[in-house]
């Protein structure tokens, strides 16, 4: 008794009590407004549709090639999951009395894959908070799992079902282990890193960008041009590297059992992304689209600031630790930033690494200002209160009209009702532009 006792205060510390609350808040704003829309479906859901299909409804058994290979297809099997864990329940409870039932459902299944997204990036809070401790200090810590537990973009995105917030979390477990790599060698830091990269592309191709990573990573510990190309040899990296490539296929069966099929959308994917689609201005930068419009947005233009103050102070320390964090950050928005084609979600996987950047410029910057005995500890703690609001009051203002309009009836819906209510079965409705004359 007394040793469980000794255990519960040990986990009850000041720490773990305001992660868990941290947690809590990050956990509230994913699921508030969950059911939106419903029980229309307004959003791609591509992982949703495709993973529905594996039920091969109408024939017998089930059939798990996607036929779709625009992405990989570990995210449509985990929708799967997720789908057998829903139907299994809810025929234990009696909700589905036949599997015919559960297919007509479609209200309890959007919400379950909302859910896997839901859940995905609230353990997303949990890897940068482990990846901080681990790399810089429980202080860090604290704060990258706040910036990440109120990111607008990753709410935004955990409400809706798509791939990248998966992509984001085995990124972010990917890239711990990559980093272990380097601070602590060891053979099971490069087979989980391997394991990880694996998981990452096979979420979405660019999560292949982490092997490039790796292999820097790897070299970087070599201090000589001798070194570096023996270290290519290096039998831990050979083994990491084949592992990702024979997981990825393991996970993606049917690229190598389809593979005309497989060109044919991975081909589309690629043209998609470097040519861009209809509505797309060609005379825009999308690096430019990325640093000046999707980060502020979504951090705050205080805390990027402080993040390319961090940069810069991480470039003139010249600790290779330090400039660790910046290698696959600054490789993935260089080689998105090249394509033609732009969104937000398409650089939230290096989210975490840009929130622990951040994280530990604001910690260093206050370990400096006691330092350099900045004023006392009113005016210190004043002038930290202040860049945190900076922070987090345009962070929360962009949080409270996302989630409040998810909340309004979908204009979408509104238009259905009224064409329903209005118009006389069998009409043709004709739809154009609306040119407005001048002045």
């Known amino acids: 008794m007394l040793r469980k006792q000794f255990r519960i205060k040990i986990f009850l510390t000041k720490e773990n009590i305001t992660f868990l609350f941290i947690l809590a808040v990050g956990l509230i704003l994913r699921l508030w407004q969950i059911n939106w829309g419903l029980p229309e479906l307004y959003e791609e859901a591509t992982p949703l549709t495709i993973s529905w299909k594996f039920w091969n409804w109408g024939k017998e058994g089930f059939n798990f090639n996607p036929n779709f290979f625009n992405y990989p297809a570990l995210t449509f099997y985990i929708q799967f999951i997720a789908q057998v864990i829903n139907y299994a329940l809810g025929y234990l409870f009696g909700i589905y009395k036949s599997l015919n039932e559960f297919g007509a459902t479609m209200t309890p299944l959007v919400i379950t894959a909302r859910l896997v997204d839901a859940i995905f990036d609230v353990s997303i809070i949990v890897a940068i908070y482990i990846t901080a401790k681990e790399l810089v200090d429980k202080r860090t810590a604290i704060a990258a799992s706040i910036i990440t537990a109120i990111n607008p973009f990753q709410i935004q995105y955990a409400h809706l079902i798509q791939v990248d917030t998966i992509l984001t979390f085995f990124s972010t477990i990917a890239f711990l282990y990559i980093y272990r790599t380097y601070s602590r ?199 930290a209160a202040t860049i945190i609001a900076f922070i987090v009051i345009p962070i929360s203002i962009s949080n409270y009209h996302f989630l409040k309009s998810l909340g309004l009836p979908d204009t979408r819906s509104i238009t259905k009702t009224w064409i329903r209510e209005n118009i006389k079965r069998g009409s043709v409705i004709a739809t154009g532009r609306c040119r407005r004359k001048a002045g």
Do not use: C
């Open 185 to 383: 060698p060891h053979s099971k830091w490069y087979i989980l890193a391997g394991i990880f990269i694996a998981l990452t592309a096979a979420s979405k191709y660019t999560g292949a960008f982490l092997l490039l990573f790796l292999i820097i990573v790897h070299l970087l510990k070599a201090k000589t041009q001798t070194l570096i190309q023996q270290s290519l040899s290096h039998r831990p990296l050979i083994i990491s590297i084949l592992l990702s490539i024979i997981i990825f296929f393991a996970l993606n069966p049917y690229i190598l059992i389809t593979p005309k099929e497989f060109q044919e959308d991975f081909s589309f994917e690629q043209k998609h992304v470097t040519t861009g689609h209809l509505g797309i201005s060609a005379s825009e930068s999308t690096f430019l689209y990325h640093i000046i419009k999707v980060l502020p947005s979504s951090f705050s233009w205080v805390f990027i600031l402080i993040v390319a103050g961090t940069i810069i102070h991480f470039i003139t320390n010249k600790d290779k630790k330090d400039l660790l964090l910046l290698i696959y950050p600054i490789l993935f928005i260089i080689v998105v930033g090249s394509w033609e084609m732009r969104a937000e979600r398409y650089i939230l996987p290096i989210f975490p690494i840009i929130t622990l950047i951040g994280s530990i410029g604001m910690i260093r910057l206050w370990d400096w200002m006691k330092i350099q005995n900045f004023g006392n500890d009113i005016i210190r703690s004043v002038a």
